[in-house]
């Protein structure tokens, strides 16, 4: 297992088009996070899942995204009708929770948005 | 809601020489976990060191330490000896262990750029 991986990394789009990310996190990892950065300025949380379950969303994540993971391995994050300010690196990251113990989160590569 | 400030946007150091990253957090919780990761350009996030709340012995790993001071809620990364390597982006971040708002995600600071001169 070489860690978390994203698909793509890099993604030009128009403005008003949709896209869809994808994550895989490392294997048996039960817990999957969502991040957004803009440049220069550090990673805010969107939501995250506990295997399919997805137990928290932020207030950044607006009725324009959705995010899944339909069987507690990978997960996808939509952005319908794309808009400039959705211009931003997409952060993935894995973890494994078991019981009350400390859990590391182990980042992927990114995916960097760009909206035309 | 927990915040997280650096207030170093840059930062500098010559090579072999010592360096230390300031940052402070706010929160109403009593069990976390504070974290510094650093961000090479174009590369992956990965942790450098985290220190439990409980614990008052401040971590330590390898040339990577902190100097943390919970009734203050300051929480500095201090890099010995330093090297060209340890040029990145270094964030601060918490994270809430115990219930609540915060369980589970991670609260970053803005971020301090670290260059290191040979």
């Known amino acids: 297992d070489t860690g978390v991986s994203q698909n793509p990394r890099h993604k030009i789009t128009k403005r008003g088009q949709n896209v869809t990310f994808r994550c895989d996190p490392i294997?048996?990892?039960?817990?999957l996070y969502w991040y957004r950065q803009t440049l220069g300025q550090g990673p805010e949380f969107l939501t995250y899942?506990?295997?399919?379950?997805?137990?928290?969303k932020s207030r950044l994540l607006s009725d324009r995204f959705s995010a899944e993971r339909p069987k507690g391995s990978f997960s996808t994050l939509e952005i319908q009708r794309t808009e400039q300010g959705d211009s931003a690196m997409y952060l993935c990251?894995?973890?494994?929770?078991?019981?009350?113990?400390?859990?590391?989160?182990?980042f992927g590569p990114g995916t960097r948005l760009t909206v035309l | 809601a927990q915040t997280v400030t650096q207030s170093q946007p840059e930062m500098s150091v010559q090579e072999a020489e010592t360096v230390t990253l300031s940052c402070t957090y706010d929160?109403?919780?009593?069990?976390?976990?504070l974290f510094w990761y650093k961000q090479p350009p174009s590369r992956q996030m990965i942790l450098v060191i985290r220190?439990?709340?409980?614990?008052?012995q401040n971590a330590t790993e390898n040339r990577f330490s902190v100097n943390f001071q919970k009734a203050a809620k300051s929480f500095s990364l201090k890099i010995s000896d330093s090297q060209l390597g340890d040029a990145a982006m270094y964030f601060c971040?918490?994270?809430?262990?115990?219930?609540?708002?915060?369980?589970?995600?991670?609260?970053f600071g803005q971020g301090t750029i670290l260059t290191v001169h040979p």
């Open positions: 990251a894995s973890s494994f929770r078991r019981g009350s113990s400390y859990n590391e989160q182990f």
């Open positions: 294997s048996e990892h039960n817990r």
């Open positions: 899942f506990q295997n399919e379950a997805q137990l928290e």
């Open positions: 929160t109403s919780e009593s069990d976390y976990y």
């Open positions: 220190q439990e709340a409980y614990k008052q």
């Open positions: 971040a918490y994270r809430g262990n115990a219930g609540g708002t915060s369980y589970g995600k991670l609260t």
